[in-house]
């Protein structure tokens, strides 16, 4: 079989054996993946044969051993730890979920880490019916999860992202877009706060005393400094990190919550980008560039 290997000149594909599978593991075959922006750091510092990929979907070819998830013939979509962009990946059935025939492969490699933490980071804000929500970085393949997962969820979805994108994310759901988090209006229960820097620090003047701001991301890759008395006026606020490792539950139930939620046409992948992995570079270096909205999708044969 053929998979990404990623080295110093960059990811190529090479041949390899097919992988040993757990007593756990369905063998999958992958017809798409999708690339997260967190992989672009993990491409640029794991330079020595390491195996990229978490974000999959295709079919199943060899159930597991030991009976657990699905029969051979059923399309899937799972999260991986890594060496996911390959022809077969060996998946545990606790990181699976069944797609139905609403659901096609690239939206199902669009789901699962940008599908799961938009999902995850929201829970942490509780019931959000009649709440006030603001989404940063609302343009990218996590923020438009959010900004619809939100929305469904009863909230005011303001959604911080440049102004050329409104007609889509109010499509989604959002009833306010800003160009800056500085530009929202006061009085936000919940922050999803994917950023950093400046927009960090103007997430703290925008939430309510006793609200939750989560912090999910650094894209600006700047540091922000936090004074306490940044807390007056908003007393009590709390500021809560969300890494997508340390989440102590499996993906699979989640991930079939996500996948339902589009089968029945109430959550709605954005596609940025659909090309063929002989294409993995370019599409990279749109990722890097920030040519994309949505998220992006190579197909396997």
């Known amino acids: 079989m053929r998979a990404v290997f990623n080295m110093p000149q960059g990811p190529v594909v090479r041949d390899v054996a097919e992988p040993v599978r757990a007593d756990n593991e369905a063998l999958v075959a992958v017809r798409a993946f999708s690339v997260n922006r967190g992989e672009l750091a993990l ?6 044969d390491w195996r990229p990929g978490q974000d999959v979907a ?33 998946v545990p059935a606790d990181r699976l979920a069944v797609l139905p025939d609403a659901v096609s492969v690239e939206q199902g490699a669009a789901l699962p880490l940008a599908g799961l933490t ?7 804000g509780g019931d959000l019916l ?8 609302a343009n990218g393949g996590l923020g438009r999860f959010q900004t619809e997962l939100a929305s469904l969820g009863g909230a005011r979805v303001t959604a911080v992202a440049d102004p050329r994108h409104e007609k889509e994310l109010t499509a989604l759901g959002a009833a306010a877009v800003v160009a800056a988090t500085a530009d929202a209006d006061s009085g936000q229960h919940l922050i999803s706060e ?3 820097g400046e927009s960090l620090a103007a997430a703290l003047t925008k939430v309510v005393p006793g609200g939750t701001i989560v912090v999910c991301g650094t894209t600006s890759g700047i540091k922000t400094p936090i004074d306490v008395y940044d807390f007056i006026g908003h007393e009590g606020a709390c500021l809560v990190s969300y890494l997508s490792y340390a989440h102590p ?3 699979a139930p989640d991930l079939q919550v996500l996948v339902d939620l589009v089968a029945t046409d109430r959550l709605h992948p954005t596609l940025g980008l659909v090309a063929d992995w002989s294409q993995l570079s370019d599409v990279l270096g749109a990722l890097k ?9 190579l197909t396997i044969g």
């Open 289 to 297: 560039e920030r040519r994309l909205s949505g998220k992006a999708v």
């Open 118 to 124: 938009a999902l995850r980071v929201l829970r942490l």
């Open 249 to 251: 539950q499996p993906p």
């Open 130 to 137: 009649g709440r006030r929500v603001l989404i940063t970085g």
């Open 43 to 48: 491409l640029a510092s794991r330079t020595g």
């Open 58 to 90: 295709g079919v199943v070819v060899e159930a597991a051993a030991d009976g657990s998830g699905p029969v051979p013939g059923t399309r899937v979509a799972a999260q991986v730890e890594q060496a996911g962009w390959a022809e077969l990946v060996p």
């Open 194 to 196: 994917s950023v950093g």
